[in-house]
Each structure stands twice: as C-alpha cells, then as structure tokens.
C-alpha cells in the first residue's frame, strides 16, 4: 500500500514579489508569479505594461491560444498587452467559419496583414513558437522579418542620435530552433512554451516599475 501524499508538502513559504509578504505557493509556481491574496491593493506601484506578440504557425492556432490565456491571467495580465489575438481570428474564420486564408475576401486579406504588421511593431516582446520542421508557415516567418527590420531601423537610429534605449522587438523563440537558420539570431532560445514563459514573467517583474 502506497504512502499517503503530505499534501503540506507541495506547498512552499514566498514572499509576494509586490508587497514582500509572507505566503504560501504551490512548488510548481514560478518563483516569478509569487504574489499574495491582497495583490489587488498594490495600487501604489507604478506598472510598466509590456506589450507582446506572440507569432507562430496558424496549424498551431490552439498552441498559441494557450500561451495567450496565461498571459491573460493574473499576474501577469497586470503586466503585458497582447497587440494581437491572431488566434481567435483564426478559430473564427477557419473553425466556425470553415474558410481557410486563400478563401478570404481580398480586403479582408489586406486589413488581416496590415493588422498583423502594426501588431508586430507595437510589440516590445515577439515571441516566436517554433512549429515542427515538417509543418509548413509563412505569416510567423514573414513576421519575423517585420520585427527584425524593424529593430534594424531602430537602432540605426538609436546610434545616430545617442540614444540609451535597447532597440525592440526583444525577440525569443521557444521549440525546434536548431531546425531553422532565421531563428539563429534571436535574442533568447528556449527548449519549450513553459520555459519561455517563465523568463517572460521574470521579465515582467523585474520590469514592472516606470522608470
């Protein structure tokens, strides 16, 4: 007969990352989300809000959902604005709708593309999710290479004029880099969704005050 499970056990002490009180998470919390019951009255902390565009094969519509429900959920929607939800636009057009990008209306097409391009410069994080090399994509490569002119541009202005400020889209990607030669210089490779993901919420504390 197996043990029984100390339920206690899962449970660590942490101080809340806003307040710096003393709470209790389950273990498999980031140390990143550590927050307590009364987060909600930390008003008088300036939040700095990052915004944050998550790119990735249309095939991987539900894969993308995902990570944009968590970025949805508190505490970190107290801290990132998602510049697009390309996701529900393709469970509304291809799932309930049944039509696919090719059988769109063509102004259609075009507000859907020019939407995208201003989400990926809106964007500080571009978050690129790395489909299986055998699933074939073009809009999360075309993007890609929006947000890399982009921060091209960026700095060359940055340079020119002196300025302190880092150049964005701070660009990460998370699965299958190794597969992909325009994936090599992305500012921060990671070996799955949950990793990538932590850093994004260490990131948004770390972040979370104006300068």
């Given at each position: 007969?197996?043990?029984?499970v100390d339920r206690?056990?899962?449970?660590v ?6 307040c ?5 998470h ?18 008088e ?9 998550v790119?990735g ?5 539900e894969?993308a959902?995902t990570i ?6 508190p505490?970190l ?5 998602i ?13 309930e ?10 102004n ?9 391009v201003a989400?990926v410069f ?13 699933l ?20 060359q202005?940055s340079?020119r ?7 964005t889209p701070?660009?990460?990607c998370?699965q299958?880099r ?5 994936a ?21 504390q770390?972040a979370?005050?104006?300068?």
């Amino acid at each position: 007969m197996p043990a029984p499970v100390d339920r206690k056990m899962e449970y660590v002490d942490s101080f809340c990352s806003n307040c710096r009180a003393i709470t209790k998470h389950h273990r498999s919390t980031p140390s990143a989300l550590w927050t307590c019951e009364h987060i909600d009255s930390h008003t008088e902390l300036p939040r700095k809000i990052t915004s944050i565009y998550v790119a990735g094969a249309s095939a991987e519509f539900e894969r993308a959902e995902t990570i944009l429900g968590k970025l949805r959920t508190p505490p970190l929607s107290r801290f990132f604005h998602i510049t697009k939800d390309w996701p529900g636009q393709v469970r509304t057009e291809r799932v309930e709708g049944g039509r696919h990008d090719h059988e769109l209306d063509l102004n259609l097409q075009r507000r859907i593309e020019a939407e995208d391009v201003a989400a990926v410069f809106e964007a500080e994080i571009l978050w690129l999710l790395l489909p299986p090399p055998h699933l074939h994509t073009v809009g999360m490569w075309f993007e890609l290479g929006v947000g890399r002119t982009k921060r091209l541009l960026a700095q060359q202005l940055s340079d020119r004029l002196l300025l302190r400020s880092a150049p964005t889209p701070y660009i990460i990607c998370s699965q299958q880099r190794g597969h992909y030669l325009f994936a090599a210089n992305v500012d921060r490779a990671f070996d799955s969704d949950d990793a990538a993901l932590e850093w994004v919420a260490s990131y948004a504390q770390s972040a979370k005050t104006h300068d």
